[in-house]
């Protein structure tokens, strides 16, 4: 293991949730049938499927750090059904039949999703299949707003678009021309819904936190986990680390790690919920991948608005706490230019988010080395393919495959990366290209 995950700014998610259960920190060497690298949405769905598959199976789950505070923990909580290429204008994918098949396998992610909120009795502050809209703030924003409805049509999926005015009634601003509503998405707060699976789970696998894995190695027909302070053994391995699959000598120089950044805000306060008008909750996305996404949310934990803004590429997985600084005053500069009416509100919490993407939209999927798998590289959609991979990594090995499974296997192989530093300078460019055009979205 070359480097450990290092996170930048506590997740506010977290930060507003009441004191969560503490698991234990491996301490002393066991034994399991599959242990799983990575406690977020792909590791805690992989532990899930494979004891529903098996309950006989001793499964361990080790998470670096603690469970919630990690990338999972860390996005904007949009769990969607729908085609959303981000390295396209307006979302749409390549083929009508690839999307066809890609809803397709998204809407069993939120089925399975859907099934651990009733056990866990998540709430609709927690959970809510509310949908999503795409908000557009310009004439181009518009555009692609209308070139995405009508890929919609196609595609044969139910939407909505939405003026000036009622984009004003639910959202409370006037920065927005247009929106285009999708009822698919599921919105869910991202660190009470691991917070939950991970309580559940421990009652049928074994859950460690604070348990950084620092290498393994073959021990006869298993391997050896190592972590700093007791090790596993071990039939089998699954990685659910993301763009830490790197960090093990897999996937080299083909991975991108992206950083993004979110800032939000303190709880409103009645009067200026009363000053803000629109509804309580609503989660949109910009109508320009490269945009900014907003979110408002109610319930226990107050009265919020997330932004969701900003990007940077680092190869290292790791940004810094004056990237975050800059990143926090363009959100607050986004914040004003939505909500000029709330210039009396300040921002709570703000953090950074570690997310993994392929050039060609490939997930780092499938047996690795004998024994070994993987289930990584989520591509930016890390709630509904993060689950999904899960599932598939589970199914892969107790059924020898499955429809999902068989789904990201068939994908090609992520491609290589143009060597350092030219790799970054490209990349950081086009980030900034992009989200310069982007504009007011």
Known sequence: ????????????????LPSQTFFPKLEHNISADITIIGGGFAGLTAARRLHQLD??????VLEAGRFAEGSAGRNSGFMIDLPHDLSSDNYAGSTLEDDKHTIALNRQAIAFATQVADECALTDEMFDPCGKINAAATRAGDRHNREFAAYLDRLGESHTLYDHREMQEITGSTHYRSGLFAPGTVMIQPAAYIRALSVQLAQKVELFENSPVTGFQREGPGWLVETPNARVSTGRIILTNNGHLE?????????????????LTQSLTFEQINRLGGQPRWAATPADPMGTSVRRVSGSYGDRILIRSCSSFHPTQETTNMRLRNAGWVHDRKFSERFPQLADVRMEHRWAGMLCLS??????????DS??????????????????????VAELILQDGSQIADHFLAQPMPPRLPPEPFGSLAANSYLIWKEWRSGKE
């Open 1 to 16: 293991m070359k480097r450990l995950p290092r996170q930048i700014g506590a997740s506010g998610w977290n930060a507003i």
């Open 55 to 60: 309950p006989t199976l001793r499964v361990v």
């Open 247 to 263: 960090s093990f000598g897999f996937y080299q120089r083909r991975l991108m790690h992206i950083c993004l950044y979110a800032s």
């Open 359 to 368: 050039r060609n939209g490939s997930a780092a999927f499938g047996e690795l």
């Open 371 to 392: 024994g070994v798998f993987s289930a990584c590289c989520q591509n930016g959609l890390g709630i509904a393919r993060g689950t999904l991979q899960g599932i598939g």
